[in-house]
T-cell receptor
Framework: SQQGEEDPQALSIQEGENATMNCSYK?????LQWYRQNSGRGLVHLIL?????REKHSGRLRVTLDTSKKSSSLLITASRAADTASYFC??????????FGTGTRLLVSP | SAVISQKPSRDICQRGTSLTIQCQVD?????MFWYRQQPGQSLTLIAT?????????ESGFVIDKFPISRPNLTFSTLTVSNLSPEDSSIYLC????????????FGPGTRLTVT
């Protein structure tokens, strides 16, 4: 399978704490994208990091990419209850298709 | 960004029947994608649909089971045929953003339960 792996599978934290999710992928990439899915609904694009970038920030999100290890991490700082969702990484190999990771279920408790 | 709607949002179908899912986009797009998300799992690409050509199916998915239509640049349908309980999933359509980064915009999904 081409699917990437994410860990942890599930993460439970308190509001205000930071949440870190990791993603590993299998092929060379054009970019690595992160998506959020609330309760079995559609996915929302969060942030994208290109293969020649090592770190990117967007608001409370920080993404890192290590192409030598074929891995990426997503950090959500100062988590809120509204951040409760599933988070998926998606590898773009230069064509228009995305290969999604297995996902991390994040629960942020008030 | 594109706004995508799907119909129905959910359905319960009997074994052996079929369900057709509609995906409508508020702007013209070249490529549309159909995904399956089995319970508690990640997304698996079923096929890519270009307007005016046959859909391109991923390994493990066949046209007889998942026929797709793409009659114009804003609309597509996915039919899941000869339903079995294993087809119980969320089905999502998405469109390419049209920029060089290949981000995708997703519809809200159709939750199918087969009894």
């Amino acid at each position: 399978s081409q699917q990437g792996e994410e860990d942890p599978q599930a993460l439970s934290i308190q509001e205000g704490e930071n949440a870190t999710m990791n993603c590993s992928y299998k092929t060379s990439i054009n970019n690595l994208q992160w998506y959020r899915q609330n309760s079995g609904r559609g996915l929302v694009h969060l942030i994208l990091i290109r293969s020649n970038e090592r770190e990117k920030h967007s608001g409370r999100l920080r993404v890192t990419l290590d192409t030598s290890k074929k891995s990426s991490s997503l950090l959500i700082t100062a988590s809120r209850a509204a951040d409760t969702a599933s988070y998926f990484c998606a590898a773009n190999t230069g064509f228009q298709k995305l290969v999604f990771g297995t996902g991390t279920r994040l629960l942020v408790s008030p | 960004s594109a706004v995508i709607s799907q119909k129905p949002s959910r359905d319960i179908c009997q074994r052996g029947t079929s369900l057709t899912i509609q995906c409508q986009v508020d702007s013209q797009v070249t490529m549309m994608f159909w995904y399956r998300q089995q319970p508690g799992q990640s997304l698996t690409l079923i096929a890519t649909a270009n307007q005016g050509s046959e859909a391109t199916y991923e390994s493990g998915f066949v046209i007889d089971k998942f026929p797709i239509s793409r009659p114009n640049l804003t609309f597509s349908t996915l039919t899941v045929s000869n339903l079995s309980p294993e087809d119980s999933s969320i089905y999502l359509c998405s469109v390419d953003s049209g920029n060089s980064h290949y981000e995708q915009y997703f519809g809200p999904g159709t939750r199918l339960t087969v009894t």
